[in-house]
């Protein structure tokens, strides 16, 4: 399947697939296109992180995960794991994998736990939407999201890993939400990474709406989407 130039493999002898979804436009959309073009049954993968401080990100991808299963007839499953604060960056120090790499603490368990749903649920492929950078500078922007460190394609434990997004940005993101007619999905998910002083999960209701804060990189890098997806 190519889309505007973006090759997503589709294989129709797969009857299981992972995606990685944390919530974000990013991977909603490409579990949007995957599910658009098969009937494999699809297991998607949610890190529960920073519970304390942004206990709403859980919730998040549980509304973009309802919207597909009321949308699609695939049977879907959704795995969620569970990261430490003390582990995420940059909190943690890093830490020599079993493949020889120095990695961060939240890294090697996204990975660990992947690896493990893969073997436990035998998939045939796994796909996720890691993206590139916009091209104005914005700070917290993520280096590695440049350096092509991700290939496209791999393999690993025997199946086929994508990345299908690696050379693509956010406006080409948000583009195919508006040519897909799909914006009631792409409200439903969140960029905004901030925090507030006065909500946190010791007053947080499931579900309940929050604010964006409008100044994190996630923020800025999905106005920038918006604002450069019809130019």
């Known amino acids: 399947m ?3 130039h973006v090759d997503i493999p589709i294989k129709k002898s797969w009857n299981r697939i992972g995606i990685s979804l944390s919530g974000g436009a990013d991977s909603a959309l490409l579990s949007y ?42 049977r879907i499953q959704h795995i969620e794991n ?16 079993e493949y020889g790499k120095s990695k961060p603490g939240n890294r090697i368990i996204l990975r660990a736990h992947n690896e493990f749903v893969i073997h436990a649920h035998k998939l045939d492929a796994w796909f996720a939407a890691v993206n590139k950078n916009p ?4 700070p917290g922007a993520l280096p590695e999201r440049d350096q092509g460190t991700l290939p496209v394609h791999t393999t690993h434990m025997g199946i086929d890993i994508y990345h299908p997004f690696v050379y693509t940005k956010k406006d080409w993101i948000i583009k ?18 901030g925090e507030y002083k006065d909500l946190n999960y010791t007053n947080y209701v499931p579900y309940q709406e929050v604010p964006t804060c409008n100044n994190c990189f996630w923020c800025l890098e999905r106005k920038w989407g918006i604002d450069n997806a019809l130019k």
Do not use: H
């Open 2 to 4: 190519k889309i505007d």
């Open 33 to 74: 296109l995957i599910l658009k073009n098969t009937s494999a049954d699809i297991y998607f993968t949610t890190q529960i992180r920073m519970w304390k401080t942004r206990p709403w990100q859980r919730y998040v991808a549980k509304d973009v995960v309802g919207w597909f299963q009321e949308n699609f007839r695939n």
């Open 82 to 97: 569970f990261v430490p604060p003390e582990m995420e960056e940059p909190n943690t120090t890093y830490i020599t994998d």
């Open 135 to 138: 091209d104005i500078d914005i």
């Open 176 to 193: 195919q939400y508006i040519d897909n007619g799909i914006g009631e999905l792409l409200e439903i998910t969140r960029s905004c990474e």
